[in-house]
């Protein structure tokens, strides 16, 4: 639906920093819901940050008071500050969107961290922290 390019990854050692970044083709975040995204191997994607169109936000706990999902429209880029880096984090991350125009609220704050809601994604990029 809507090609998605990240970048930014890389290896850090446990309380360092790194940004995400993921591109769209093309202008969305007046008609689209985005995320991050992380999966381990052999483990399950797990929803790391999310942002409606209004510009609200969910974090997971595990991230919470770390990690700062934002997006630029100027630029059609979502970002991902991850602060206070633990080696737990270490994964491939991902962005993610959805049209979600149509719902409300109440239907986002349900799915916003749940891989299935989402129809585009990037390539990933791998996230390493070293303890």
């Known amino acids: 639906e809507v090609q998605l390019v990240e970048s930014g990854g890389g290896s850090v050692q446990a309380g360092g920093s790194l940004t995400l970044s993921c591109v769209a083709a093309r202008s969305i975040f007046g008609t689209h819901c985005t995320a991050w995204f992380r999966q381990e191997p052999d483990k399950a994607r797990e929803g790391v940050a999310a942002?409606?169109?209004?510009?609200?936000?969910k974090y997971s706990g595990s991230v919470q008071g770390r990690f700062t999902v934002s997006r630029d429209s100027s630029k059609n880029t979502l970002y991902l500050q991850m602060n206070g880096l633990k080696p737990e984090d270490t994964a491939m991350y991902y962005c993610?969107?959805?049209?979600?125009?149509?719902?409300?609220?109440?239907?986002?704050?349900?799915?916003?961290?749940?891989?299935?809601?989402?129809?585009?994604w990037g390539q990933g990029t791998q996230v390493t922290v070293s303890s």
């Open positions: 942002i409606d169109r209004d510009g609200s936000t």
């Open positions: 993610a969107a959805w049209d979600c125009s149509w719902t409300n609220t109440e239907h986002w704050e349900r799915v916003a961290l749940r891989p299935a809601a989402y129809l585009s």
